[in-house]
């Protein structure tokens, strides 16, 4: 691919981005986030809690988790989230019903989003498709809890050994371990989320690029909140409410600029394979 193929390719996907209204989808995602946050991390915790046994990895899990959602939300923010979320996971027989009814509704959101950057209309199986959305997301805390203990593992081994090797490989694991379950997740969200073919190189792309600038978008928000205090001054105590809600639009800004990529990858090979196979 030479420059002007490169620019030309950069202007589709800008294009596809605009025309698709992507920003517009994703205050709506936000909105619909925000809504089914505590049911979410209700669900969430009962995972770990269903998966997890020992106490001290469970508080690092529900830590990591909450870190996903705000990495700048404070303290008494995310102590009163946990509280809810307790309580929501102890819910009975109409309770939870209710509890799972908000949480498919919000995968159901994510779901026509998704499918809308494909141009793709509802699938027949939509049910089937939420459930096994639903059983994934339960997975999440699994992954999760996998990245911290193999990173213990490896910083077991470094104490042990006392090497400047080991240290220096723990510190790689302990800091990429969360960046690759974010790359998995994003990857199985282009993959399996269009109710269409999609290959795996392309979501895999697509999936590395939005990690990626999540990460990137993490580093400069605490940036922003640790030397450009702004909100701190206009909002005082209130700063933590517009700051997780800002967050949260900039994460499904990220997820629907990798699902464009991923679309657009898509195309992008078929024609490099159809022009090697003439």
């Not at 770990?48 to 508080?59: L, M």
């Not at 946990?82 to 949480?103: C, H, M, P, Y």
């Not at 490989?169 to 302990?174: E, G, N």
């Not at 199985?188 to 697509?206: D, E, R």
Request: aromatic share 14%; charged share 10%.
């Amino acid at each position: 691919m030479n420059k002007i193929q490169l620019i030309g390719f950069l202007k589709q996907i800008l294009n596809h981005f605009i025309t698709h209204e992507c920003l517009k989808s994703a205050a709506a995602l936000s909105f619909t986030t925000i809504l089914s946050i505590v049911p979410i991390v209700a669900l969430l915790f009962f995972s770990v809690s269903t998966f997890i046994s020992d106490s001290e990895n469970q508080i690092l899990i529900h830590n990591t988790l909450l870190n996903f959602f705000s990495p700048a939300a404070g303290q008494e923010l995310l102590t009163k989230l946990i509280t809810l979320a307790e309580q929501a996971s102890k819910l009975r027989t109409f309770g939870l019903i209710a509890l799972i009814t908000t949480v498919l509704l919000g995968l159901n959101t994510i779901d026509l989003t998704v499918n809308r950057i494909w141009n793709i209309q509802r699938c027949k199986r939509t049910l089937f498709k939420l459930a096994l959305y639903l059983l994934a997301l339960m997975m999440v805390p699994v992954l999760v809890g996998l990245s911290i203990s193999v990173s213990t593992y490896f910083f077991s081994i470094a104490i042990l050994k006392d090497t400047i090797i080991d240290s220096s490989l723990h510190f790689l694991i302990v800091n990429f371990s969360p960046f690759i379950v974010i790359w998995i997740a994003f990857t199985s969200i282009y993959k399996w989320v269009p109710n269409t073919k999609v290959s795996t190189k392309s979501a895999f792309l697509g999936g590395l690029i939005a990690a990626i600038l999540f990460e990137l978008a993490k580093i400069i928000f605490l940036m922003y909140i640790r030397y450009f205090p702004s909100y701190d001054l206009i909002y005082g105590a209130f700063a933590v409410l517009p700051l997780f809600c800002l967050w949260i639009y900039i994460s499904w800004v990220i997820v629907l600029v990798g699902a464009v990529l991923t679309y657009n990858f898509s195309f992008a090979f078929n024609g490099m394979l159809t022009s090697n196979t003439k």
